[in-house]
């Protein structure tokens, strides 16, 4: 095993950077458990989170593009939008570059008296003049470090945008133009410390000492990935697959979950994406499946026939968000949603949940013309692209409150009832039962990837309550182990605990699956404790009643059978924490 960490410490206040070497956190393996550790000793708990002393965690894994679709980065930080446990994944060459630079973490802390980025090549840290990037939109800037700084094809760049900058709590962080630190604020953080940006490379190369077991493994594990149809469905629809699935039955949330299913939904299908507008597919380093869906965005914009493309990433969530949730039913419409989100730095299920929150609280006079300054309807792409630009520059104290998130925006102006937040986050593209609404209240991030609720819905097996509770924590334990080796939830099925224990093992590491198994286990507890610490409690949780209005697979759901979930779920989380 690792002899030590190597933990990359940057304190933009003083702008002093170290690397420590902690052979204390080796326990921990990566990813997940290691910036939860980190998170542990940096965080203020009881301070606001854009506070100049609360931290930003990067951790990689030990397995990261050493073995297939192993691709991921674990940022944690202390959410803005929830004021709780911020936790989200990022892929494309992020992680790859922290191993080049010969980093386990990067912990930023601090904040600038002006704006700046981060550029690491190796061990050397520099802390730059942003001044010039820091209105540009995230194209812009990506372009201009791209072009400026470092190797190309070994090196990663972050972003914020405009969201960023100006401190909306659903700001995202994007990398490598593709990819995201999408949920929970990461941007907000970032443009609160005054970082506009971090550029990370190196030329670290470290030989392997067990190569002949390593090249077995490695082949087992690459042979499952390539030659079996166990990834096809991500390389080929890729998870907008979803959105003809969920309509047929009757789940997929349609006009803010008023309806479950429509005709029109076919039109923005993953199969009409990649019929229509799909051009290519990428993958993150280190990945063979290629899941990154690009499509083409054709805009005239002068006559002679002038025109200008912009190439798009889509998946499920952002074709729920900003297609079906809001009713926008073409695909040109949906892409320039999205093409307005990528470049202001938005997370995109937050944005598409809050327009619909919106557009019914204005039909329901609930805020005014004078509020919204546009008018919002459901299908209207053009005064949809108005109201996000709107959230970010605040013109009004109506969208001083939007850039605080749907659950902010409730409980000053009301609509409680139809805003669909779980957790105060902004619910992700199902509307399948149960497990979904449960899973995502409860999860640490209260994200569907938690715990996949959604999933266990659709199993074709009646659940009893003590059975759904069961699989929804089991399941979250056991994605805490993969996330702790930031290992692609895309491949949970291909590296199941006898798989992770072989390819641990043929790098050096002396684990067993009750090894394992127990870093899930305590992961998922110190993170319930520390959204303890940090005030949240599962006795507050509540539901928006649009979850029982509505049919979710041709049957009503309880409102009183869900508390009842939860009291039971608290239960059993009560007796875990009791017993470590």
Not at 101 to 118: F, H, R, T
Not at 135 to 155: F, K, P, S, V, Y
Not at 185 to 196: A, F, I, P, Q, Y
């Amino acid at each position: 095993m690792k002899k030590y960490m190597r933990i990359l410490k940057i304190d933009l206040t003083k702008k002093k950077t170290t690397v420590e070497k902690r052979d204390d956190l080796n326990q921990y393996l990566g990813g997940v458990a290691l910036a939860t550790q980190l998170l542990k000793q940096e965080v203020a708990v009881d301070q606001p989170a854009l506070e100049a002393i609360q931290p930003i965690i990067f951790a990689k894994g030990p397995l990261n593009t050493i073995f297939p679709v192993v691709t991921k980065v674990c940022s944690m930080f202390k959410s803005p939008l929830t004021g709780e446990l911020g936790e989200s994944y990022g892929g494309l060459r992020m992680a790859m570059a922290m191993g080049m630079a010969n980093l386990d973490a990067i912990v930023i802390v601090g904040q600038s008296k002006e704006p700046v980025y981060i550029h690491i090549d190796g061990d050397e840290v520099k802390i730059k003049d942003a001044k010039p990037l820091w209105n540009l939109n995230i194209d812009e800037a990506t372009r201009l470090l791209h072009d400026q700084e470092g190797h190309r094809g070994l090196r990663s760049i972050l972003t914020i945008g405009e969201g960023g900058v100006n401190k909306v709590k659903f700001a995202s962080v994007t990398i490598d133009s593709y990819r995201h630190f999408g949920r929970l604020g990461l941007g907000c953080v970032m443009g609160s410390k005054n970082l506009k940006a971090m550029v990370i490379e190196g030329e670290t190369n470290k030989p392997m000492e067990h190569l002949k077991d390593y090249k077995k493994v490695y082949s087992e594990i690459y042979e499952k990935v390539t030659e079996t149809d166990m990834m096809e469905k991500y390389h080929g629809l890729g998870t907008s697959i979803n959105i003809n699935l969920l309509n047929d039955l009757k789940s997929l949330p349609i006009h803010n979950f008023k309806r479950n299913s429509c005709d029109e939904a076919r039109n923005i299908s993953g199969e009409s994406f990649a019929e229509n507008r799909l051009i290519k597919k990428i993958a993150c380093s280190g990945c063979p499946i290629g899941c990154i869906h690009i499509a083409l965005l054709r805009k005239q914009f002068g006559e002679s026939y002038e025109y200008e493309a912009t190439t798009l990433s889509y998946d499920h969530e952002l074709i729920y968000s900003l297609g079906a949730m809001v009713g926008i039913w073409d695909l040109d419409g949906v892409l320039q949603l999205i093409e307005v989100v990528e470049l202001l730095g938005l997370d995109a299920i937050s944005t598409g949940v809050l327009l619909a929150w919106v557009t019914e609280a204005f039909e329901k006079n609930i805020v005014t013309i004078k509020d919204t300054i546009e008018t919002p309807e459901f299908g209207n792409v053009d005064t949809y692209k108005k109201i996000i630009q709107y959230i970010v520059k605040k013109p009004n104290a109506f969208y001083e409150a939007l850039a605080e998130g749907t659950d902010y925006a409730t409980q000053k102006y009301g609509g409680e009832d139809f805003a669909m937040v779980l957790g105060k986050n902004e619910v992700a593209g199902y509307h399948t039962g149960y497990g979904n609404i449960l899973g995502q209240a409860v999860g640490a991030r209260h994200s569907h990837l938690d715990n996949a609720g959604y999933s266990i819905d659709q199993e074709n097996e009646e659940n009893s309550d003590e059975a759904l509770v069961k699989k929804l924590m089991e399941e979250e334990i056991s994605r805490n182990m993969l996330n702790s080796l930031v290992i692609c939830l895309f491949a949970r099925k291909i590296y199941d605990d006898a798989t992770v224990v072989k390819a641990l093992n043929s790098i050096g590491y002396e684990v067993n699956e009750d090894t394992l198994k127990k870093l899930g286990l305590d992961t998922f507890l110190e993170k319930m404790r520390l959204k303890e610490d940090m005030g949240f409690k599962l006795q507050n949780l509540t539901f928006p009643n649009r979850f029982f209005e509505t049919e979710s697979c041709d049957r009503r759901l309880s409102s009183e059978k869900t508390e009842d979930l939860l009291k039971l779920y608290i239960k059993e989380a009560e007796k875990l924490l009791s017993y470590t």
